[in-house]
């Protein structure tokens, strides 16, 4: 489609310009483009067409509808900020181009907020230590990103930490004087503050936005470290609330305005239970400073009534209210793409019953940050469907990406060899057999015959996948070399402890010659995962991934030595396999396996 763009703002053109080689249309030719703020719709006029856009991220999302054929929508976001939080904290920090590649991605479903979560992945010039060797932002890549997210509508909001989830810092004797317990700051002591001036400094130096998320969820621990043996028990409330506030007078004096997950809030008069609460609401209420909004965050409940409770809960502790939904990536390797969006779409219900008009879609990336970012792209367009009332989203899908929505969703595959998978927690199967020892696998009580079937046609499904989806195939080569590894690993320990109770040499002989070919596809998986890595993220980190995977490769050449001894009698038994396994289900049953 050739398009005369001669009239629109320099914005729209620069835009415009980054969006080429990802549709297909030219800027040369004769149908003209305008661009009017009013609402969202595309509409045909004499000379082409005008883009009429509330935001100015739907002036992209309406032209790559236009450029896929549609020549006269109207449509209405029920939601005024829609976000996408991105983590970049959990040993894998995205890189500059992936950030510009979603920024443009966003853009084009509707979203206007990207915040990057950086614990301590960012820059603070009085603090070398701070985000050392952790693949920080320099302040110069952050101003880029923030100008680049200006073309396109999408306002970058940093999201920080200013109480708990350091963890990154606690390893310098910097920091210490300052942490009262685990990775959570030392509340009340002017050293702390001072790291948090510190803080905002960098932050307003390196973005334009003026919104800032301060964090301090899951600060369990709060006032029972230093903090104790200094002042003695306090209300736990009171030492939160003050921090709160210093942090608040900090964030004001550089202009920002705040927002804080609401956890914490509830935690303490809940046992630390996540749940709406009846006697502390009043005296709590009573002191959340007005200028704050606070975020509920919720990617679990598939249940409206609990919904309800926790949004009236929210509205009676402070009248500035918003919502979190999940991406789920965080539990492995793989995203769990039908659950996440099936759970967003309840929760986006409950967001328009409550009237709730800020919503973030978070892709956390806890234990390693293996799973790619843009795996999550089925997630991400589904959930702004929703908000734009549209319930297909495979059409947008397809629009957007230029994949189909159906390939991408053979990602979470490999987690569906259970038959309950996913309905709760995001599945791990893959990661749990990936790590689960040859010898001492205590998860072989979960290994069924029947998966290995499953998990060879989940790797055929993403080969098959990775050919048609171009740009982002990567993503399922590696898929698909995860399962290919796992189908073959996965009742390796179930068998070798058959055959070792029947005393059959010749059974685990053949075992150990097995494991030179899991050797071989544990390579293979490593290579396909450090492509993807490599494409998507900053180098720091993969080094974590090194240790692992260069362990169970150890580990895996161990187990052999182990069964060749004992199969030409150099020793008189396996220690390993004379220990029965028990079921540990206090951790995790075969229906729902999980690490964490």
Excluded at 368 to 378: D, K, N
Aim: aromatic share 12%; glycine share 6%.
């Amino acid at each position: 489609m050739d398009f005369n763009i001669s009239d629109l703002p320099a914005k729209f053109i620069s835009g415009l310009q980054e969006l080429h080689d990802s549709y297909k249309f030219s800027t040369n030719g004769t149908i003209k483009l305008t661009a009017v703020r009013g609402e969202t719709s595309i509409l045909h006029n004499a000379d082409g067409f005008c883009i009429s856009y509330s935001r100015e991220c739907e002036f992209y999302r309406e032209f790559v509808k236009r450029v896929c054929g549609e020549t006269q929508c109207r449509e209405y976001c029920v939601v005024e900020d829609m976000a996408v939080m991105v983590d970049c904290s959990r040993n894998a920090v995205i890189n500059t181009d992936s950030v510009k590649k979603l920024i443009r991605l966003c853009s084009c479903m509707g979203y206007g907020t990207l915040m990057l979560y950086t614990e301590d992945t960012y820059a603070i010039d009085k603090e070398p230590f701070f985000g050392y060797m952790r693949g920080r932002y320099t302040k110069a890549e952050l101003k880029e990103l923030d100008a680049y997210g200006k073309i396109f509508g999408v306002e970058l909001v940093p999201c920080v930490q200013t109480l708990a989830h350091l963890n990154g810092i606690i390893r310098w004797d910097r920091f210490k004087p300052i942490i009262d317990c685990n990775d959570i700051l030392l509340a009340g002591d002017e050293r702390t503050y001072e790291l948090i001036d510190e803080m905002f400094n960098s932050l307003t130096e390196c973005f334009t936005s003026r919104r800032v998320h301060i964090g301090m969820d899951e600060a369990h621990m709060v006032g029972l470290g230093k903090y104790l043996d200094a002042h003695g028990y306090e209300n736990r409330y009171d030492i939160l609330l003050r921090h709160l506030r210093r942090v608040l007078e900090i964030a004001q004096k550089h202009g920002f305005s705040c927002i804080m997950w609401s956890d914490m809030f509830f935690r303490l008069a809940n046992g630390g239970k996540y749940e709406p609460m009846d006697a502390a609401t009043k005296y709590v209420c009573d002191k959340i400073p007005e200028c704050l909004t606070l975020m509920y965050w919720d990617y679990y409940r598939n249940d409206v009534e609990y919904y309800d409770k926790m949004f009236a809960a929210h509205k009676e502790l402070c009248k500035n209210v918003s919502f979190a939904c999940g991406a789920w990536r965080w539990n492995g390797f793989t995203p769990s793409v039908t659950m996440s969006a099936n759970r967003n779409k309840l929760a986006f219900d409950e967001c328009i019953k409550h009237e709730i008009d800020s919503v973030t879609v978070t892709m956390w990336g806890d234990d390693g940050g293996e799973c790619s970012t843009f795996s999550l792209l089925p997630t991400l367009v589904a959930s702004a469907e929703y908000a734009y009332g549209n319930r297909d989203c495979k059409k947008a899908f397809k629009r957007i990406t230029g994949v189909e929505f159906d390939d991408f969703s053979v990602t979470e595959l490999a987690e569906r060899v259970t038959d309950n998978a996913g309905k709760f927690y995001g599945g791990n199967v893959t990661k749990v057999f990936l790590y689960n020892d040859l010898l001492c696998g205590l998860y072989d009580y979960a290994a069924k015959p029947e998966y290995k079937q499953k998990f060879a046609d989940a790797a055929k499904r993403n080969r098959a996948a990775a050919r048609r989806a171009k740009k982002y195939g990567y993503i399922f080569r590696t898929v698909a070399a995860l399962c290919e590894l796992v189908g073959s690993k996965y009742d390796f320990g179930m068998r070798a402890r058959s055959a070792y109770a029947r005393k059959d040499m010749a059974e685990l002989k053949a075992l150990a010659d097995e494991i030179p070919t899991l050797v071989r596809l544990l390579d293979k998986f490593y290579k396909a995962f450090g492509e993807q890595w490599n494409i998507e993220n900053k180098p720091f980190g993969f080094e974590i991934q090194d240790l692992r995977m260069g362990g169970l490769k150890q580990r895996m050449l161990h187990c052999r030595d182990i069964l060749c001894d004992y199969t030409v009698g150099k020793t008189n038994e396996i220690a390993e396999l004379e220990t029965e396994i028990l079921p540990t289900k206090e951790l995790c049953d075969d229906a729902e396996l999980r690490t964490n």
